[in-house]
């Protein structure tokens, strides 16, 4: 039986943090310097919210995802933009020529992988020589980490730089958005947030977290069908190291060249 991923995925009209906002802004942000006049597929794209933002300077972006009911989001949002193709297929099968792509992204999705290693080597075959793969996940040895269901695996820095290093020589890492250690308020709320997840108290659907992020952060944004600069601040990844584990930030971003 397939997976019902739409519960836990982000879709355009959920309420979301300003924080959720920038994560993603800043994943597409990150992922559009690589993509100037470049043939790019997004792996596991959701609704899409940022193919379009990479189709402003990419030949072509092919987003694609199992779930082809979140799928519909994109494929009526872009409908008729002729550089931006939807597709329904599996991270573990990709169905495309080797050496189709000049980047492939996965961005928060390795952890739903039974075979996230199957994924890294479909990767490296459909990437042209000097292709480029860009992964994003939560880091799961921030302080506050809360698994999503239906997830296999998290990684850390370095199983992340293993996982990927298996078939692509010069792999560099990334960290984003560093834990809030400081203040009484966000101790506070690392308390609270700790709590909850050790007594299995967060919701597990997004709309179900949308009540709890009510209570702690207020008002929040409405997540649009396609990210735009100026929706908020950009704060670019910050190097990190592959060998050790790292607990200064939530994010970990991942740049392979084939």
Request: net charge neutral; proline share 5%; glycine share 6%.
């Amino acid at each position: 039986m397939a997976m019902d991923y739409s519960t836990v995925t982000e879709l355009p009209g959920n309420k979301i943090t300003s924080e959720q906002l920038a994560r993603l802004y800043q994943r597409y942000r990150f992922a559009q310097q690589f993509c100037t006049e470049k043939e790019v597929m997004e792996v596991a794209c959701g609704a899409g919210m940022g193919l379009g933002y990479l189709a402003k300077v990419a030949k072509k972006v092919i987003g694609g995802d199992i779930d082809k009911e979140i799928l519909k989001y994109a494929l009526k949002h872009y409908e008729g933009r002729d550089k931006i193709e939807i597709r329904e297929f599996d991270a573990q099968n990709l169905p495309f020529e080797d050496k189709s792509f000049d980047v492939v992204i996965f961005y928060e999705a390795i952890y739903y992988l039974a075979k996230p290693e199957k994924f890294v080597s479909e990767a490296h075959r459909v990437l042209k020589d000097n292709g480029v793969l860009l992964i994003c996940t939560v880091n799961k040895d921030w302080a506050d980490f809360n698994p999503s269901p239906y997830s296999k695996k998290y990684f850390s820095a370095p199983e992340l730089y293993s996982l990927i290093n298996q078939r692509f020589s010069k792999v560099e890492l990334f960290g984003a958005f560093p834990t809030p250690n400081n203040g009484i308020k966000n101790k506070f709320l690392s308390s609270v947030k700790r709590t909850a997840v050790n007594f299995n108290l967060i919701p597990k659907t997004m709309k179900g977290k949308e009540i709890f992020k009510r209570v702690f952060f207020g008002k929040l944004l409405t997540l649009p069908s396609e990210i735009e600069d100026g929706q908020v601040e950009y704060s670019p990844p910050v190097a990190i190291s592959s060998d050790q584990p790292n607990y200064q930030y939530i994010v970990l971003f991942s740049e392979a060249h084939a």
